[in-house]
Nanobody, 124 residues
Framework: VQLQASGGGLVQAGGSLRLSCAASGRTFINYVMGWFRQAPGKEREFVAVLGWSSGSTYYADSVKGRFTISRDNAKNTVYLQMNSLKPEDTAVYFC??????????????????WGHGTLVTVSS
């Protein structure tokens, strides 16, 4: 299984970015896909999660209403649309996949596969 995250960059506060996570190596219909982020000197934290088959989503309070997680079945890709970005959103963003089902996991140890991160920098 490979997860390839991309789309990071430098953006001004209030701007938008869309991150992509291209998944390969298997079908992800029974997987849960998550986005996490890690700021310098801080622990990795949950951002958003999506159940691939159900389409259900859940967000961290800090991003709710600003970020949207979605998927493209044909491309086997998960997206994170980030709007109204703030300097405190600056971090390396990681996508991850967890086997099995219906629960929307929010803890790092619950995920089985991780991609390399993509850096998002929001300037004030």
């Amino acid at each position: 299984v490979q997860l390839q995250a991309s789309g990071g960059g430098l953006v001004q506060a209030g701007g938008s970015l869309r991150l992509s996570c291209a998944a390969s190596g298997r079908t992800f219909i029974n997987y849960v896909m998550g986005w996490f982020r890690q700021a310098p000197g801080k622990e990795r934290e949950f951002v958003a999660v999506l159940g691939w088959s159900s389409g259900s989503t859940y967000y961290a309070d800090s991003v709710k209403g600003r970020f949207t997680i979605s998927r493209d079945n044909a491309k086997n890709t998960v997206y994170l649309q980030m709007n109204s970005l703030k300097p405190e959103d600056t971090a390396v963003y990681f996508c991850a996949a967890a086997r099995g089902g219906t629960h929307l996991y929010t803890l790092t140890y619950e995920y089985d596969y991780w991609g390399h991160g993509t850096l998002v920098t929001v300037s004030s």
